[in-house]
Nanobody, 115 residues
């Protein structure tokens, strides 16, 4: 299983970023996918999740209405569109899936929201 995130960077408050996570080594369409984030000195937290069929999503309360998770099963990729970014969204963002009760993580991509 390999998960590779991309799309992070430095953005001003109110700006947007789109994160991507390219998956390989497993049948992507069969698995739920999640985005987590970890800010310095804080625990890793769930930001958004999407079911394998792509029809149902869930979000951390603080990102509802600003972030959108989606997936393209043909491309084995999950996305996180982040709009109206705030300084408190600054963190390393990780892609995650669970297979055979094991958590798999990407290397993470840094998102910094600052003026």
């Amino acid at each position: 299983v390999q998960l590779v995130e991309s799309g992070g960077g430095l953005v001003q408050p109110g700006g947007s970023l789109r994160l991507s996570c390219a998956a390989s080594g497993f049948t992507f369409s069969n698995y739920d996918m999640r985005w987590f984030r970890q800010a310095p000195g804080k625990e890793r937290e769930l930001v958004a999740g999407i079911l394998s069929a792509g029809g149902s999503t869930n979000y951390k309360d603080s990102v509802k209405g600003r972030f959108t998770i989606s997936r393209d099963n043909a491309k084995s990729t999950v996305y996180l569109q982040m709009n109206s970014l705030k300084p408190e969204d600054t963190a390393v963002y990780y892609c995650n899936t669970v297979r055979w009760r094991l958590n798999y993580w990407g290397q993470g991509t840094q998102v910094t929201v600052s003026s």
